[in-house]
């Protein structure tokens, strides 16, 4: 009897041991596919955020092809403030309040406010919480000792949390300090007032002219009242101009001016040509004194091409002398299928150094003309850092930060002797 009932009761904890043992092997199993499938959706996070990145590319990529077109098959009127049917200045107060650099992530400093919150919140809960395990205790011995490793544990915790504070708060601020130095961004227009905006590199060397000191009549502007620097009046022609009487241009205060030597079609043969006055205007204007430079307006597509244009004013040159620099002139067409349309910032980049590099070899000193929309979406300007810009806006005052040695302010400017509206330009010399 007592065999049989000794028997049973094995057979029940058996029994029971085999139930337990499934239990504990179907939550071991649970527990390790959840923490695979756990992984495995932490692992698929990034290519969600990779995907939100290439939105964000493409967005700034279609910025980035918006480009700055002219009129004329043959480079009429430089247009590198976008268009030389343009003749209003209208809204340039408007603009000048919103041309100033702004910081960009300047919530940062929001960020480090919430570190500092959070952190203080998580000491304050770690206080409570030890607090109320302390008052939870059955036994006053053990009480004691609880506060007692409370304390200690809490000051270490909050000695933790403070340093870590400090830390994130510490990080947080020269994040923002490098943010609100190196990432600025400028709110610019174009002739049509179209609004554009782009970060500022930099990088890229900024111009320190006092904007207050740009002085405008209606027609010509100066520079007066910055003790660092003088100016000189000029204007840039082609044969378009018409005959130019060039001591009635001398006598009325122009000390300088740019001839177009040379440029190339925008048709598909982009052939390369001569300007049929400069010849005559270069003779012309040195006889009256005044200081020349030359510009090739350029649709070159690719690095032979630019060769061949430093090549064509190379050889024109060898007769004369220059006072100024030879200006390299890429643009595109507005309104008109170019050769050019496809071309992108990068080849452009490299068209302008190797075309200036060959002026410079040849002893001559090479300049580039830009405008802001070029130096905002077209240009490398850091691969053009050493050579000097001759800057085009036809807004109040220059909308770039970046350095410039010449400023063309206007298309429709009115001097004795051209019969034509001129283009007008101010010279700003170091002193």
Known sequence: MRKGILIISICILASILIFETSKYTARKSYKEDTTIDEVQESAEIPEAQNDYTQNDIDTVQDLDS????QTDDEGKDKSAAGNSDFSEKSGTDNLQGKTGLEPVGENLTDSGNNTEKAASESAKAAENGSDAD?????????K??????????????????????????????DSTEKTSEEKKVLVFVDVYKQTYQTEINPHVE???????????DGNFTTYEGDDRYSYRMGIDVSHHNGDIDWQQVK????????????YRGYGAEGILNEDRKFRTFIEGAHAAGLDVGCYIYSQAINTDEAKEEADLVLGILKDYKLELPVVYDPESVLNANARTDYVTGEQFTENTRVFCDLIKDAGYQPMIYSNMLWEAFEF???????????YADYELLPQTPYNFSFWQYS?????????????????LIKK
């Open 380 to 390: 490398d300007l850091e691969k053009l850092a050493d050579i000097p810009v001759w």
């Open 66 to 69: 918006t480009p700055d077109k």
């Open 251 to 262: 006598n009325a205060g122009i000390d300088f001016v740019f001839l177009r030597i040379g």
């Open 134 to 142: 302390s008052k939870n205790s059955p036994d006053t011995e053990n």
């Open 206 to 216: 900024k111009h320190d002219y006092d904007l207050s000191c740009f002085k405008s």
């Open 411 to 427: 298309n429709t400017g009115l001097v004795p002797g051209v019969p034509e509206r001129v283009d007008l330009d101010i010279q």
């Open 144 to 173: 004691n000792a609880s506060d007692t490793d409370s304390k200690n544990a809490l000051d270490v915790d909050n000695s933790n949390a403070s340093t870590a504070e400090n830390k994130n708060t510490s990080n947080t601020e």
